[in-house]
């Protein structure tokens, strides 16, 4: 039993941490106990996190080729799923490389913040019914904060590498990142409202109907805006191979670069967990107590097929049309979802807490995202038609020019 | 002594050393990219004394706005100007702003130290501790049970905490600064705007 | 019994006349400007029915108190304390007469001013102008309070600025309206001071229950303690009080030292002169002493100098208007004159002989300067050197000039005649003040000079061979090389003047001729009008509160001197200047025969020379001016630039501190508050607990 | 950890930002210095409504969110004040091709 002269913790309420924490603290004194279950949670998130993202990357290169028409790795191990291990152990035996006119410090610190970003947003994801690490009272936001650390990642990585088109990639992706954490921000207030909590398993338990029927324009807005901030095809300017070489990670090599990719995979898997959890209703499913783990993952597995579909349907979009998209499409609409979400709360008795009142919501809010996006649409198609903007006179919002000292 | 408070004294020393150790560096450091990489670190620092304090809120607001907008604006800036390897100069005034930043730590050191501060009682201070930690949520059932079991609570002190939260503050007692700082926000969204449109462009 | 309203709307017609005219006529409607004309015309007839109802409401208002002054109550204006600055409504006979004379009279210069005006393009402007001009006068009779009057007094001088200068694109109109604003400014500030050592008398009036600025009060204030009266106003002090009212009059009037913008005024338009020359401007001054009457009393010293004044400019304006060629010019020199027969009568106590004067001379001052314009308006030039012999085409305006002469002369049994009798005759039973003796000999030889020099004003016009008109006399300015004339237009048309202009000439001649009997007749026996003996006095000396005017009965010896008198000038004058039909054209001035005396009166006693030469430029601008300038220069501008050197030059030393560098000056700024916090620190102990 | 441990880290990070503020002559760093006062004076705050019991605790337990209000509040501004400076800061720089303090002295005159 936990006891309480070891003081309260944020874990109490975690099944997993009370198990091994009353196991070890049959024999050992309390603190030590408390460390061990801690450290063993943790490891148990690394990992996780970790191995997500390599069973992620086999699984979007399979897809991948199949959308290509092509097999996509299936040499090593059963459909190939081993090929991301060997990839790994690839890169381990590589030269790591730091470039002569790096600064060392950040260039070594730069994927070691990745990875901790990645992993700090796990923390307060619920994987089953009171299975998240912390379940903070302020989920959504601590989420945004962590995955705004990448940002300074980025800058560290394209200025620690001493490269121009490390610079320019790190320019584009924090540009592109800072701008669209303005819609991604107003687009979960909807969802925020609604559920009136920020914390993810009350999110979770709000969801009479998935949000993403109550929601639509919002989740039509976080997917896009994640897809940015992931630098995710069609929004992958920040790495784009044509353009800038690999962008932000062109000088590294060896663990490093294997740590980035890891960080990356692992962001599109706690991206689609957190989508799962704000959109589709998290764990719920029949036998919820019990299988709640596996409608999850399913429905994780889901958003990170269809975060490999985007990539494969759609062409990379210019650094311009990126930020018009963001401040012309996306802000708008997110200001139209937020007015009607609060419209709507306001005048539904219980603040949209009940299901007839979500499926109210969904009766008003389906049509507008259905009227509202390819109205917006047509708008930006009508901006980005090529030779609607004079050449010479381009202007490329949110990207600086470079200073060639 | 609990061993809540020892972890918490530890965090405490080491976000300490940390923060002073990294405002240092910010201020000292030639390199203006190591400086902004510092500052970030003062930042988190702060998150974590925010956390220590049982403002959670703030802490995420914390991380939200220093490091992921402020310190990278930043960065922005620095790298639209020269020099940054050796840019964080000092000026002439470094005697000068040595001895006023200690006496003003003296003076502030012994205002700190020699004021008797109305502390909060004992008794508040599991209600206090809570209303803070859950500063943006209506209170959960689970935390207001905390709050019984900590036998803090009365029926009245019970209705006051369901309703104690930063929102209600601000939409209540502090609505005038509230929208004075949105038009603040209004104004310097403007004037950014304006600044940083390069000149002979109306 | 008329109602406040009633008699607000006396003022207000006008003043609504004005404000449409200006406001929506002349910016909006300029094309039918007519429109202006005809409703100042009408508002002012229904003034002046409204004003007649009014004068026969004071005569009638009670038996007990026949004359007295209706009673209005006053409106808070402004409350500064003990002072309380009230508008209100003062209708006594005299206003109620002064009422009758602007509105009939103004109504009479507008109808005709719409035949003398019509080609003008700035036809609206005039009426504009026309209407702030009565509706200023009329405000100022209508006055209870004494700022209210000089507020209104200060229109009056405004509004006859902006019509002296009417038209202001001729520079001699321009300087003749400075000229009139400013000599007459000379004497609104003898007011003003008046009016402010009243108002710094306002604690004591209040003590003794009055209101400084309050007229009534004011004559109440005047009156010795013995009589009754309160004594608050007296000795010296009553002396310059009235003195400088009476220079405000005399500037407004045209008394002696400030005479010399009137003959100047003739640049406006002839309607205007009229209207100046006979109800408002000049006569405001007359009507300003008269109003203030019960306390001139009280100070003999003032009123010495208000009569001998008086008397020297009804003198001294006659002998210069003796060789004056400018018909216009001639009339305003008679007008002054005239004044100073008002002025010296007012002075020797004769109140109601110098309103009843002014009421008849309203009349065919008026009629004369309309008959003057009419003449213009044949003939194209005010010179009489250029007219003659207009006899035989404009017999209506000969006649009606006839008639106005032969008034001004004062001829029984015309107008001019009763009134100005009255005043001789007054004088004159004030004979044992040496200052009245005196009076009287300038007055007599005034009424000599005055039938010649009307009489040669008549010949020269009217009789004779005519001249040539304005046509000549720009033909002759171009031969002799001199700058063209102003006023003179080269278009002659020898023909009578349009009925709209004839109809009120006839009616202001037919007030000329009865005016006399109808208000002041001196026996009441003619059977067909029953109108009272001395009505007139009578009734103006009742409205007076303290003071008693004398009331001289008809003396036929009087009448008999005064008559030859002006016989024997009219006789001189036709000796002098009767021409028959059709002889030799003569030019020659026979005046000039005098060669230094007459070169002294067409230089009007070279005053203009003096104030504007030795006064202005001299004395003024070299003297006093050069003094203040070195005053200001060494003594002003040196102490002030001691006062800027010694901040300047601890101000250089304080820029040292200012280096532009944010820093430096945070770096002060957190030593301030380090001082602050320590100070705090080591004595604020003692706040704390 | 007591009030007053926490009040003097505060203090020093406020005197360290001092210090920058005056002494560096980057403007940036300038700019840097005083977010560090900024976020000693949000410590300031959050530690004072954590231990000390404001005006009217007993009335309303709400009462003890007051630091963490202004702490929003001075978030807000800092956040406003760093946008417009460091558009001052480009702007500064596009004229002079400078972002030395000491250079700018057009304050001077």
Known sequence: MFTSHCGESILRENPLFRLIYDGASSFLPCWLSYLIAGMVIMLILVNAVLLGAAAISWMERRLLGRFHNRIGPNRWGPFGTLQPIADFIKLLTKEDLIPAGADRIAFTLVPIFMVLSVILMTAVIPFAKDTALADLNVGVLYFLAVSSLTAVALFMAGWSSDNRYALFGAARGVAVLISYEVPVVLSLLGVVMIAGSMSLGTIVQAQQVPFILVQPLAFFLFLAGMSAELNRTPFDVAEAESEIIAGYHTEYSGIKFALIQAAEFGGVLVVAALITTLFLGGWAGPFAEYLGWLWFLLKTILVVALFSWIRATYPRLRIDQIMGFCWKVMLPLSLINLAATTLEVFFLPDSGATTVEQWIMVGINLPLALVCVPLFGRLMREKARPGSSPAGARVVPGVPTIESS | MLFQDIVQDVVFWVLSVAAIGAALGVVLVRDLFRAVLLLAGVFIAMAGFFVLLSAEFLAVVQVLIYVGAISILFIFAIMLTRNVRQGNLPNRLQIPAVLFSTLLLAALVVVATSTEWNLIPDGAKTGVDLVQTQSVNVLSPEALEVLERAGALSDEERLQAEKAGLADLLIGPFVLPFEAVSVLLLAALIGGLALARPPGRA | ?689 | MSLEALLIVSAILFAIGLYGTLARSNVIAVLMSLEIMFNAVNLTLVALAKFVAPQGLQDNLANALTGQVFAVFVITVAAAEIALGLGIVLAMYRNTESVDLSQATQLRN
């Not at chain 3, 100042?40 to 002054?69: K, P, Q």
């Not at chain 3, 003959?263 to 001054?285: F, Q, R």
């Not at chain 3, 216009?328 to 002075?347: C, D, E, F, P, W």
């Not at chain 3, 009217?462 to 080269?490: C, I, N, T, W, Y």
């Open chain 3, 1 to 689: 019994m008329p109602s406040e309203a009633v008699v607000w709307s006396i003022l207000f017609l006008p003043v609504a006349a004005f404000l449409i005219t200006s406001l929506i006529i002349r910016p909006f409607l300029n094309r039918y400007s007519l429109l202006s004309g005809l409703l100042l015309i009408l508002c002012l007839a229904v003034a002046f029915g409204l004003s007649l109802w009014a004068l026969w409401a004071v005569n009638d208002a009670d038996a007990a108190h026949r004359g007295a002054s209706l009673e209005f109550p006053v409106h808070t204006w402004l409350d500064l304390g003990s002072a309380q600055i009230q508008m209100g409504l003062l209708l006594d006979p005299l206003t109620a007469i002064m009422l009758v004379v602007v509105t009939g009279v103004s109504l009479m210069i507008q109808i005709y001013s719409l035949g003398y005006m019509r080609h003008d393009p700035s036809f609206s402007r005039y009426f504009a102008y026309m209407a702030l001009f009565t509706a200023a006068m009329l405000g100022l009779v209508l006055s209870v309070n004494i700022l209210q009057l000089y507020a209104f007094w200060e229109l009056v001088g405004l509004a006859s600025y902006l019509l002296i200068g009417f038209w202001h694109d001729r520079p001699a109109a321009a300087a003749a309206a400075k000229k009139a604003f400013i000599v007459t400014r000379i004497g609104d500030v003898g007011f003003l001071l008046a009016i402010i050592f009243l108002f710094f008398k306002a604690d004591e009036f209040a003590a003794a229950g009055l209101n400084a600025l309050h007229i009534p009060d004011i004559w109440a204030a005047a009156q010795p303690a013995l009589d009754g009266g309160s004594g608050i106003l007296a000795g010296v002090a009553l002396t310059w009080v009235t003195l400088g009212i009476f220079a405000g009059a005399a500037g407004k009037s045209g008394q002696f030292p400030l005479h010399t913008w009137l003959p100047d005024a003739m640049e406006g338009p002839t309607p205007v002169s009229a209207l100046i020359h006979a109800a408002t401007m000049v006569a405001a001054g007359v009507f300003l002493v008269g109003r203030f009457f019960p306390v001139f009393q009280q100070t003999a010293q003032t009123m010495t100098v208000v009569a001998l004044i008086g008397g020297f400019t009804a003198f001294m304006a006659a002998t210069m208007g003796l060789v004056m060629n400018d018909i216009k010019r001639v009339m305003a020199y008679s007008t002054i004159s005239q004044l100073g027969y008002m002025m010296a009568a007012l002075g020797l106590g004769a109140y109601g002989a110098a309103l009843f004067h002014l009421f008849t001379h309203a009349f065919f001052k008026a009629l004369l300067f309309l008959c003057a314009g009419s003449v213009n308006h044949a003939s194209g030039t005010f010179n009489m050197r250029y007219m003659g012999g207009l006899r035989r085409q404009m017999p209506w305006t000969y006649l009606l000039m006839l008639i106005g002469g032969l008034s001004l002369v004062g001829i029984v049994p015309l107008a001019g005649f009763w009134s100005k009798d009255e005043i001789l005759l007054s004088v004159w039973m004030e004979r044992d003040n040496p200052a009245a003796q005196a009076t009287f000999v300038l007055l007599i030889v005034g009424v000599l000079l005055t039938a010649f020099y009307t009489f040669r004003m008549i010949f020269m016009t009217f009789h004779g061979q005519f001249r040539g008109g304005g046509e000549q006399e720009l033909k002759d300015a171009e031969e002799a090389q001199l700058p063209l004339p102003s006023g003179v237009s080269g278009q002659v048309h020898l023909a009578e003047s349009p009925l709209v202009m004839l109809a009120p000439m006839a009616f202001l001649g037919f007030f000329a001729v009865v005016a006399g009997y109808l208000a002041n007749p001196q026996w009441s026996a003619l059977p067909l009008i029953q109108v009272p003996k001395h009505w007139i006095t009578e009734y103006l000396g009742e409205g007076l509160t303290f003071a008693q005017p004398s009331i001289p009965s008809f003396s036929f010896g009087m009448a008999l001197v005064s008559t030859v008198v002006a016989l024997v000038g009219i006789g001189l004058a036709a000796r002098l200047y009767s021409r028959k039909q059709g002889e030799a054209i003569d030019l020659v001035e026979p005046l000039e025969r005098a060669r230094p005396l007459h070169l002294l009166l067409t230089n009007k006693y070279y005053l203009d020379y003096l104030y504007e030469d030795l006064i202005v430029r001299r004395w003024f601008y070299q003297g006093l001016v050069a003094i203040t300038d070195w005053v200001d220069r060494t003594l002003v501008d040196g102490f002030v630039d001691l006062l800027g050197g010694t901040f300047r030059t601890s101000g250089r030393l304080v820029t040292a501190l200012q280096t532009g560098q944010v820093q430096f000056y945070g770096t002060f700024l957190i030593f301030g508050a380090l001082v602050i916090l320590v100070a705090f620190l080591i004595f604020g102990r003692g706040i704390r607990s």
